[in-house]
């Protein structure tokens, strides 16, 4: 008999721990530092632009590869931060946020049974996309607190069915950056073994010491690689679900033609206002910038005067710190613990790994937020850890385990 239900390569991967926190934040009044949505709006112009839109009758399907204003925006900005010139109309595809980019890469690219390398932790829909499409992840772990790439370890994992390498810079969850070394590897290895290179750069605008460079830059992979942005990052509208793949003519089209079947286009009226976002001034981004600068040192310093350890993040809005002087057995029985009596939401990284057990003493707060709100939580997090320390979470470690694991 058929199975009425989730089919073999969705099962494994359960609910999205994003979801799950979520809920779990509303349900125990946690301030929520789980899920990276900002809890402000973006700019005021660019909702007007979006409404704008909607008022003058922007309400039917987008041309399939993404408005031409938008398109151009995108090659246009792109340009500006890299210096390399695409062809807007045949090198861009607009999608449904990132997300929905990733899958058209995966979809579009991969034969049945063909290997995609990726590192963890890693953005949770990396894994899924991979297994829809019917390909084999091969994942290289990076280890903490570095979390560099070790360029013997990506040649042990690649193998002749080999297709993608995917990276992540600035990285969800670890905040780190790739040094000029890893790109030089990178470069290499994808050249050597002719893989196609998929960097989610979707945290481009979130760098806060070194500038970010995208990896379309290296000697030799500019022909091989994707670019993957989102609008909602930069703008802070995660909502909109905006995003971008900018590619060489023949890897556009490969990502064009699951995109076409997928959702056809994003929402018109928001690439319209997309089209404005991208076109602003340089001290946007510079203002933008120097806010999350100080909502990092905020959630940062606080969380070390709250006993956690944490490193700095060089880019993207979340802060990965360990949690081990709690005594909990992992992350997931941790920020089980945390939400509903300390009234924090956090993410678990375990849901960004294979090898959950590598996250087993890690927490990854989104620091997103407004800074009163990250002061809450520090308040929150703070009166947490005196009353562990006055030994009221004695039994924590009992039986808390694995509730929230998807
Ligand atoms: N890649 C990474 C690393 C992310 O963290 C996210 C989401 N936050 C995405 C891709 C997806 O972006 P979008 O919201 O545009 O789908
Ligand atoms: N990427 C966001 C994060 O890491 C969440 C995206 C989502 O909810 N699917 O928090």
Not at 281 to 288: L, Q
Not at 368 to 382: F, G, M, N, P, V
Request: a neutral charge; aromatic letters at 10%.
């Amino acid at each position: 008999m058929r199975t009425l239900g989730v089919n073999t390569r969705l099962k494994p991967f359960g609910a999205t721990i994003f979801a799950e926190m979520t809920a779990l934040a509303v349900k125990h009044g946690a301030v929520n530092l789980g899920q990276g949505a900002p809890d402000f709006d973006g700019p005021e112009w660019l909702k007007e632009a979006a409404i704008k839109a909607i008022r003058d009758g922007r309400g039917q399907y987008a041309r399939m590869t993404g408005l031409p204003e938008l398109t151009k925006a995108i090659t246009t900005r792109f340009e500006r931060t890299s210096g390399l010139s695409y062809d807007p109309e045949r090198d861009v595809v607009v999608t449904c946020g990132a997300t929905e980019a990733i899958l058209d890469c995966m979809l579009g690219l991969i034969e049945p049974g063909d290997e995609v390398l990726f590192f963890e932790p890693f953005y949770d829909s990396y894994i899924a996309s991979v297994a829809m499409a019917g390909g084999v992840p091969k994942v290289v772990t990076l280890e903490a607190p570095e979390f560099r790439i070790s360029e013997a370890a990506v040649r042990a994992a690649i193998t002749p069915k080999t297709r993608v390498i995917m990276v992540n810079s600035p990285h969800n969850p670890s905040g780190q950056m790739l040094s000029a070394e890893e790109r030089s590897i990178i470069a290499r290895v994808a050249q050597e073994f002719d893989l196609v290179v998929i960097s989610d750069e979707v945290y481009e605008e979130l760098w806060y010491e070194e500038p970010h460079r995208t990896l379309a830059l290296e000697p030799g992979l500019r022909e091989r690689t994707i670019v993957l942005g989102s609008l909602g990052k930069s703008f802070s509208f995660t909502g909109w679900k905006v995003g971008w793949a900018i590619a060489p003519a023949n890897l556009a089209q490969a990502v064009r033609s699951a995109h076409q079947f997928a959702s056809f286009c994003a929402a018109t009226p928001l690439q319209v206002a997309a089209a404005t976002a991208l076109s602003a001034p340089d001290s946007y981004f510079e203002e933008f910038r120097a806010e999350y600068r100080a909502r990092r040192d905020r959630m940062v310093h606080g969380l070390r005067a709250c006993g956690f350890e944490c490193d700095l993040p060089k880019g993207s809005y979340f802060a990965l710190a360990n949690h081990a002087r709690f005594g909990f057995a992992d992350d997931f029985a941790f920020c089980r613990h945390l939400v509903e009596h300390g009234k924090v939401a956090a993410i678990p990284p375990g849901a960004f790994y294979v090898n959950k057990a590598k996250a087993a003493s890690l927490v990854r707060f989104a620091f997103c937020k407004k800074l009163e709100t990250i002061d809450a939580a520090l308040e929150r997090l703070s009166l947490y850890r005196d009353r562990f320390e006055r030994g009221e979470f004695a039994q924590h470690s009992e039986g808390a385990i694995g509730a929230v694991r998807a």
